[in-house]
């Protein structure tokens, strides 16, 4: 059941006044086994085509049965939340999370039972980055900007209007403090408690995520 709105946004009273009460969306592995609950809309929509992400979605996709998370131009489709409209409601036995080495503070997070990359988690960040394979196509929120497309081959990125560069990166950062102090300057855990395990060969190159 992936990308399912469960309950759509609705006026609710509090103390006397009306407020929204966010939409939830449930969103699941490939096999339905992890579960996850997201709510409200998300900080943005982003592609990232950083050598870091790269590296790990070829890794990932070299799993058995995983589902390929780079578009046509090989950036991988995040949707970006704060850690606070995240929930794993089932199959937090089967998460598994991986570095690119062990210097690198980053952890990706797949799902086990039918290896779906599932999040990507900076230690000490206040969102999370949910990879796009966990919603339909129909259902998954248009991408917004692309980050880092200094690092694609020549020729990758496509031609099509989606913002890229210096200053959508800079609104995006901007974005992601507004999100950040709306929370109270907090940084919860999703999943960094998830057994650590080895995914292919450490990075060589590229700059360290």
């Known amino acids: 059941m992936q990308g399912k709105v469960s309950k759509p946004a609705r006026p609710v009273r509090r103390g006397g006044e009306a407020t929204e009460e966010k ?3 449930e969103l699941s592995c490939g096999c339905g086994t992890v579960r996850l609950a997201v709510e409200g809309a998300p900080i943005t929509v982003a592609e990232c085509h950083c050598s870091s992400c790269r590296d790990a979605a070829g890794r990932m996709a070299r799993l058995p ?3 390929a998370v780079v578009g046509a131009g ?11 409209r995240v929930r ?3 199959g937090h036995d089967q998460l598994r999370n991986f570095r690119l ?13 039918c290896n779906t990359p599932v999040l990507l988690e900076f230690k000490g960040g206040h969102w999370v980055s949910l990879y796009g394979n966990l919603w339909h196509g129909q259902t998954l929120p248009p991408l917004r ?11 990758a990125v496509p031609d ?9 990166t800079a609104k995006f950062y901007g974005q992601l403090l507004v999100a950040w102090a709306a929370m109270g300057f907090k940084a ?3 999943a960094l408690d998830t057994p650590e395990v080895q995914v292919g060969s450490e990075q060589r190159e590229g700059t360290p995520t």
């Not at 099509?160 to 959508?168: E, Q, R, Y």
């Open 74 to 84: 090989g950036g991988t489709h995040f949707v970006l939340y704060c850690k606070d």
């Open 23 to 25: 939409a939830m969306t």
């Open 65 to 67: 049965g995983a589902p």
């Open 160 to 168: 099509d209007g989606v913002p890229a560069g210096g200053w959508p």
């Open 188 to 190: 919860p855990p999703v």
């Open 101 to 113: 080495g062990p210097e690198r503070e980053t952890r990706r997070v797949i799902a086990t039972c």
């Open 145 to 155: 900007l692309r980050t880092m497309t200094a690092d694609a081959p020549a020729g």
């Open 88 to 90: 794993i409601v089932a």
